[in-house]
């Protein structure tokens, strides 16, 4: 193609010139009239004396910060954001603390994982088997006989001392009283006696699809299945539901401990097990304005089978975007046929079932999520997407591709042509090993390759995928970005794909809130956005990398409302979360 163009492109050229010339004169008159205002206007917060880290454009760093009416008014240096300080302004000495906006989990199943936050046994981050033992043990002690006590995921034996996983013994004697479910990942869960008796489980056919129980020496099921995320799902579905009140309650609690972590927005994969009736209590904590993050979710494929009839009839009330700046729909994923639920080859019907979903989404205006796991397979995906491309505008639809940890630089390549943005997360930091034992440790040095995505121009978006396959904590999530080293402290990436402190925050911030399609109002600290931020424990620039893990919020907003406060903030303490313990 000539690179001056053809005569048509030329006058096309020349139309749209005087268009952003007209565009240009109204917005400098725009722009005057918003300075107008701004200084017109007072704030009501002021932060100051910090290293506030707005992340707009240039990365700068200002002293202070104003806020009126929930959004940010202006930054600069102390003095003049006080000098916009109203009569009645709170004004928050932030002696030195780093600021930055408040970030945005790209891939989390933070809608379920909240459900259940109020009466699960959490081994995310205890340091060693022993811990974990010990909290079934007072789970035990506290919960009545034959309630159930459930770990659903979010640990390894990596992050014990002890590198390895409980036997059904030590499981049993810690609470002998209870069914107790303890799952790892989406491969491997452990069963009590009385787990498998009130589940009715004595064979592989009751664990279907694709599960296998483990045997003893004389034949007996140990407790342990082994399975695949469809096996799991399936009999986590069958153990009791929390009430609806507990479900609210936990998912209070659950966003509460996100503020505490920074997070100020999440966009939700929906994920395995999640139906329209577990949305209720999100919407619940929505409509009673009691919601701390803000949410925009995506909604999957409930079943096999029928995945584009039920998606369609699902979205009927469901426009993309439809919600408001709290909680929005965000389009359907992340399983959007089931049959790409798999690290193999997607069967021909499955890819044809995949096209014609996809092409449905296109023409209804739809962002989609959709996990990919290998490279192998994923040309199956763009050339679909390159089809569907010739007849809708995707790559204004923010299409995301999450996982695909190996992603070669060509299809990396594709991907940034089809205007697809890529969520990565830090699964790695909990699996790194195995995929270094897969692949070996000179290949592994290149997974995922962040930093050749981000040289193609490719939008990269940070998160978990918690808290079934990891951690929600994004510091985590950061860390593992910079130092490609996993729980089990192996460092299996190398530098040449590791982020600057400075991508890796902005892919959790506006590069989050751009598949959250709200990057326009939030992701930075810039005039005009929300003011959600959080003052952190420690100077994330600064910080030694492998302290990252263990920063904390001290103040997160959201909105310019604190949604949470710790020491030396506690005076201006959040309203609780939910019901006291
Ligand atoms: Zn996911």
Not at 80 to 92: P, Q, S, T, V
Not at 315 to 321: A, E
Not at 470 to 482: E, I, M, R, T
């Amino acid at each position: 193609m000539s690179r001056f163009g053809s005569p048509a492109s030329k006058q096309r050229s020349a139309r749209r010139l005087a268009c952003y010339k007209a565009l240009a004169a109204f917005g400098a008159l725009y722009f005057a009239a918003l300075t107008d205002v701004a200084s017109a206007q007072t704030a009501d917060t002021v932060l100051f004396n910090g290293k506030i880290l707005t992340v707009d454009k240039d990365f700068s760093t200002q002293q202070a910060l104003a806020i009126a009416h929930g959004q940010v008014l202006a930054s600069g240096s102390t003095a003049a954001m006080k000098k916009l300080a109203g009569d009645k302004a709170k004004l928050i000495d932030l002696g030195g603390r780093t600021v930055i906006p408040g970030l945005t989990d790209g891939h989390i199943h933070g809608i379920r994982a909240a459900l259940t936050f109020g009466t699960e046994v959490n081994w995310i981050g205890v340091p060693s088997l022993k811990a974990a033992l010990e909290k079934i043990r007072q789970a035990g002690k506290t919960q009545k006989p034959g309630s159930w006590i459930i770990v659903a995921g979010g640990w390894t034996e990596e992050q014990f001392a002890e590198k390895r996983r409980p036997t059904p013994t030590e499981v049993t004697a810690a609470a002998p009283d209870n069914p107790v479910y303890v799952q790892h990942l989406y491969d491997w869960l452990l069963l009590s006696p009385k787990a498998m008796e009130a589940l009715n489980i004595h064979d592989d056919a009751d664990v279907t699809p694709g599960g296998k129980l483990e045997r003893d020496g004389d034949n007996r099921p140990t407790g342990v299945v082994n399975g695949n995320g469809n096996t799991l799902g399936k009999i986590f579905d069958k153990v009791p539901r929390p009430t609806f009140d507990q479900q609210v309650d936990g998912s209070a609690k659950f966003f509460r401990e996100m503020n505490s972590l920074g997070i100020t927005g999440i966009v939700d994969g929906g994920g395995v097990s999640m139906y329209p009736a577990n949305y209720q209590a999100v919407f619940k904590l929505w409509h009673d304005k009691k919601l701390t993050v803000r949410v925009a979710y995506h909604l999957c494929a409930p079943k096999p089978g029928s995945e584009l009839a039920d998606l369609q009839n699902l979205t009927q009330l469901l426009p993309q975007g439809f919600g408001d700046e709290m909680l929005h729909f965000n389009g359907p994923g992340e399983i959007l046929i089931w049959a790409d639920w798999t690290d193999g080859d997607i069967t021909p019907d499955g890819k044809a079932k995949l096209a014609e979903l996809l092409r449905w989404a296109a023409s209804k205006g739809y962002s989609i999520q959709l996990h990919w796991n290998p490279d192998r397979t994923v040309h199956d995906l763009l050339d679909i997407v390159e089809d569907i491309s010739k007849d809708y505008p995707v790559r204004d639809l923010r299409w995301t591709v999450l996982h695909l940890y190996n992603a070669s630089e060509d299809n990396l390549k594709r991907m940034k042509s089809l205007g697809l943005v890529w969520g990565v997360q830090d699964g790695l930091y909990f699996g790194g090993e195995k995929l270094q034992s897969e692949v070996g440790v000179e290949p592994a040095r290149r997974l995922p390759p962040i930093v050749t995505a981000l040289k193609l121009g490719l939008t990269v978006a940070g998160g978990t995928d918690a808290h079934r396959v990891s951690s929600y904590n994004p510091f985590v999530a950061l860390q593992w970005y910079l130092d490609g080293t996993t729980i089990g402290g192996v460092k299996t990436r190398g530098d040449a794909e590791a982020p600057s402190r400075r991508q890796a925050l902005e892919m959790y911030t506006r590069n989050s809130a751009f598949m959250a399609n709200e990057d326009d109002r939030r992701g930075t600290l810039e005039p005009g956005k929300f003011a959600d931020l959080a003052v952190l424990s420690a100077d994330y620039l600064t910080a030694p990398v492998n302290e990252i893990g263990k920063i904390r919020s001290v103040l997160t907003m959201v909105g310019g409302k604190v949604v949470y406060a710790d020491a030396p903030f506690t005076n201006m303490t959040a309203p609780p979360a939910g019901k006291s313990p």
